[in-house]
């Protein structure tokens, strides 16, 4: 390898280098870290979250865990004016 060759690659790696501390800054900056195991551990909890949420909508184990939008709307102008109400 030549004289030159070495600082062409030299000229690479700095700017591999830059690159990289600019992705870990950007990273920190938007989730609060650039470390790989704590960015995996988030996305493996949000994945966690989403698969909670999408199971308990599709099967809610009891009516008081579906959430409201599922629930029917009531009747708007109905024949049934209250006339069965008590007295």
Known sequence: MTHKNLEVD???MEAQLLS???ERERLAQA???????Q???MVR???EQLFDLYSAKI???EPDD???ASLPLPSQGSSDTGSSSPA
Not at 31 to 37: C, K, R, S, V, Y
């Open 66 to 68: 579906m959430p409201l």
């Open 10 to 12: 030299r000229g690479d």
């Open 59 to 61: 099967a809610p184990s």
């Open 39 to 41: 960015i995996i551990a």
């Open 20 to 22: 990289l501390y600019a």
């Open 31 to 37: 989730l609060g870290t650039a470390d790989a195991d």
């Open 45 to 47: 909890s949000l994945e």
